[in-house]
């Protein structure tokens, strides 16, 4: 009899262990899962993976300007108007990017209509896709802006 319940508690001591070792992985694996859709911010709340964050220097950046004159280059081919005169690329003003299935950016784009002192303000949203290289970027929006 005495050597039965020492089996047993030879058996529940491996058994307590694995328990408390799947307890920890398990409750690692949440702690994880919940820092990786909680960016930063005060006490761990803030931005969610996948969304809009601002380009800080977007009026500079090479990348940038190639998709804001992208998206001046389509509106014209594309979207202007019959009749309308096309507009030229004069620069970003600022921007913001979304990853998604590729990068969206929302840019408020500078442009000049043809007389040259119209000085006009659009807001294009771009998709560029790198994974897709016969349809890299889609023009998506060109709006004009109220600003």
Known sequence: MANSLSSSSRTSIPFLSLVFLIFLVFSASLSSIASAYQLGGVRGWGRKVGGWKD???ASSNLEVRDIG???VDEY???LRGPGEAPITFSGVLSGRRQV???IKYHLRVAAVGS???DHLTFDAVVI???SIPERSRDLLSFTRSDD
Do not use: E, K, L
Request: charged content about 30%; hydrophobic content about 10%.
């Open 55 to 57: 380009i800080p220097d």
């Open 69 to 71: 004159r992208y998206s």
């Open 76 to 78: 014209n081919r594309r």
């Open 100 to 102: 998604v299935s590729g």
């Open 115 to 117: 007389h040259g002192s």
């Open 128 to 130: 560029t896709r790198p």
